[in-house]
């Protein structure tokens, strides 16, 4: 039998493992690695000569340390033991911000990590009326290198646009489409359902511009009605409903250290991390994948809810 308990919890992860660096860590890793504050965060708290290293203070930003010999504390108090690394995926309603605050006062991811006592926050963002999958944790290195534009970790989302896409412009896109700051890279684009006043297309692209997918719809002629990201890197958004989240599997969390590492061995060697992948092969015609019925299912959930 299974135990599918381990697979649903926070775990540490493969990437917590190894000495320490040669050289020490910076001060500021430390300072988030314990969860009390973002990397931003602790970088204010050492420049306002908030932390001490061995009881002097330190304010230069970059200062390495061990952690297994020195002494750090903020506001005078030890830190405590690094958290253990976590990893969640969000299924973003849409009208929420993804952040964890907002100025506005406007609904944030945080509102629905109900039970997680781990700092996260999110990787990247999603627009405020876009929905679907993202990732969170409190592994900072994992988050840079998963946004960094140099990695290419492609994202597939499940798009209604107005009327329907001729094959010239779903061409346009997959070629890529002159925007106000250049142009796109290529996209993966396949047709998943139309109807008479609209249609349903997978876009997959490999960059993290704002707004980029609405903007390169809005380019060729049809505005976006409804976005979804439906994957990410090796990451699914399954069958979590609007506002759920679940922890990340072991297997999961495996696939984001070997995608990242495998990225940085390909820029190491002089290989393109961007090189496109081959089209998945389909039958001539507009297609209806379970992803549209289950994206349907959980908007259908939504509104009987809101409804009783």
């Not at 932390?51 to 061990?66: P, Q």
């Not at 926050?121 to 999603?126: A, D, E, K």
């Not at 297309?201 to 002629?221: D, F, N, P, S, Y």
Request: hydrophobic share 35%; net charge positive.
């Amino acid at each position: 039998m299974i135990d599918k308990t381990r697979e649903n919890t926070p775990h540490p992860s493969p990437l917590a493992s190894g000495p320490t660096p040669e050289g020490g860590v910076r001060l500021q890793k430390i300072i988030a690695g314990s969860g009390l504050a973002s990397r931003r965060k602790a970088e204010m708290l050492i420049a306002s000569g908030r932390v001490t290293v061995n009881g002097k203070i330190v304010t230069e930003l970059g200062t390495k340390v061990d952690p297994g010999r020195d002494h750090v504390k903020v506001d005078g108090k030890h830190l405590e033991g690094a958290q253990p690394f976590v990893y969640l995926v969000l299924n973003k309603p849409k009208n929420v911000m993804s952040t964890l605050d907002d100025p506005g006062g406007r609904p944030t991811v945080k509102d629905f990590l109900h039970g997680v006592s781990v700092r996260v926050f999110p990787v990247g963002r999603l627009d405020f009326d876009s929905e679907g999958l993202m990732l969170m944790t409190n592994n900072g290195d994992l988050a840079q290198a998963l946004l960094h534009p140099r990695y290419h970790v492609p994202k597939t989302y499940l798009i209604k646009v107005k009327q329907v896409l001729t094959d010239a412009q779903i061409l346009q896109l997959q070629q890529g489409v002159q925007l106000e700051d250049g142009m796109t890279s290529p996209a993966i684009v396949k047709k998943v359902k139309k109807a008479a006043q609209n249609s349903w297309l997978e876009v997959t692209i490999r960059e993290g511009r704002k707004h980029q997918v609405r903007r390169m719809l809005e380019a060729v002629g049809h505005p976006v009605i409804k976005l979804t990201r439906i994957r990410m890197g090796p990451l699914a958004l399954g069958d979590l409903g609007p506002g759920e989240f679940r922890f990340l599997t072991d297997r999961e969390a495996n696939a984001l250290r070997e995608l990242v590492e495998q990225r940085i061995e390909m820029e190491q060697t002089g290989q393109s991390p961007s090189a496109r992948p081959q089209r998945p092969k389909r039958g001539a015609g507009w297609a209806k994948p379970d992803v549209v019925r289950k994206v349907r299912r959980a908007s259908v959930k939504k509104t009987r809810g809101a409804r009783s």
